[in-house]
């Protein structure tokens, strides 16, 4: 049986393990959390990100080792690298924990941002105001303070605690994003672009593909996945984060895992991105991205309503997680399916009905 190690046990991992279920792929997780939601799927060692030797088993009983979140120990990843494959590699994760360092590259692969600097480099902040974020640590808006124009930046980015960065504030038409697919052997695949809506800086609702999406802005999308993975030399699923501004694109942030706004892929999708994940870092042929249908995706945030509730709407498919509720946690996640737009978007009006998204 082929085995995968997975640095992580939240919901990512489960989903990536049920994932293997079919293919015959087993798949094991190191995590430091009690009672994971990964566990159902398969064995567990509770451990820190970066205990050497939990991490070394790990690898020792694995074919080749990936992530379901970046923020883990990179240094201890790399000393890995001797004994196992691991994708996506170190240094490509290395690059996502800094947004800094992240912006840098993405500039670097000719990909568009919202102009940004280091905090000291504009102490009355960009014309149309700040968002001052901590370089690592932060994400589901944790770790960010807006700055309205000639405030202080650097008395915003000290009381973050931790190095930061300044992003000018950007007056986008909507957020969208982009999943795909890169192999060893530099195939890409990408899913449609996907519009998604937030609250308090945590998603609330995907909905595939993005109303609207003209075959330029999937263009562009897709040319921004393919010059950041190659510069990059990425294997594995990755995500980017989008503002979409005067029908153009800016990159935002970039995810090296499975990202909340694939969910639907599991549902709407020929080759789900937990599927075809798994496929890319054993080196199996990419799956087919198109989707089934018009597809959308309400996340269950902070409480579950009663399943028999969302059930009863019909075409709606529950993903729960095995998470205790608590304000702001991703709980789970519902996907529906339609062949038309407007039949989609009234089933997700149908589902938030039951959904408090408070």
């Not at 294997?235 to 694939?262: K, M, Q, T, Y």
């Not at 080196?283 to 945030?301: Q, T």
């Not at 993903?319 to 946690?329: D, T, V």
């Amino acid at each position: 049986m082929t085995s995968v190690g997975v640095v992580g046990g939240g919901q990512l991992g489960l989903m990536l393990g049920m994932a293997g279920i079919p293919l015959g792929v087993h798949c094991s997780f190191l995590e430091p959390g009690d009672d994971p939601p990964a566990a159902a799927v398969g064995p567990v060692e509770r451990a820190s990100f970066g205990d050497l030797a939990a991490l070394l088993a790990l690898a020792q009983r694995s074919d080749v080792l990936t992530v379901e979140l970046e923020h883990v120990d990179v240094d201890a990843l790399r000393w890995l690298g001797e004994a196992v494959r691991i994708r996506p590699a170190p240094a490509a994760i290395a690059v996502t924990q800094d947004r800094l360092l992240e912006k840098r590259v993405l500039c670097d692969a000719g990909i568009a941002t919202a102009r940004f600097a280091e905090p000291d480099e504009v102490p009355r902040g960009f014309a149309a105001g700040s968002v001052v974020k901590v370089r690592t640590g932060g994400y589901d808006g944790r770790g960010q303070l807006v700055v309205p124009s000639g405030g202080d930046v650097l008395r915003a980015a000290e009381s973050l605690g931790g190095p930061a960065i300044a992003e000018e504030v950007v007056s986008f038409t909507r957020e969208l994003s982009i999943v795909a697919a890169r192999s060893a052997l530099g195939e890409v695949r990408c899913f449609p672009v996907v519009e998604n809506r937030h609250r308090d800086g945590i998603l609330r609702e995907t909905r595939a593909p993005a109303p609207g999406l003209t075959a330029a802005l999937q263009a562009e999308a897709e040319g921004f996945v393919v010059a950041l993975t190659e510069r990059l030399d990425y294997v594995g699923v990755i995500a980017v984060e989008l503002f979409e501004v005067d029908g153009h694109l800016l990159a935002n942030e970039v995810a090296p895992r499975v990202h909340n706004s694939g969910h639907w892929t599991i549902d709407g999708a020929r080759t789900s991105q937990f599927e075809q994940h798994l496929r890319a870092i054993l080196d199996l042929p990419l799956g087919d991205p198109s989707p089934l249908g018009f597809a959308g995706m309400i996340n269950l945030i902070g409480h579950e309503p009663p399943l028999a509730e969302l059930l009863a709407v019909d075409g709606a498919r529950v993903h729960r997680y095995r998470k205790a509720p608590r304000p702001g946690r991703k709980l789970g996640h519902v996907t529906v399916v339609a062949p038309t737009e407007a039949e989609r978007d009234a089933l997700l009006a149908r589902v938030l009905h039951f959904v408090d998204t408070t």
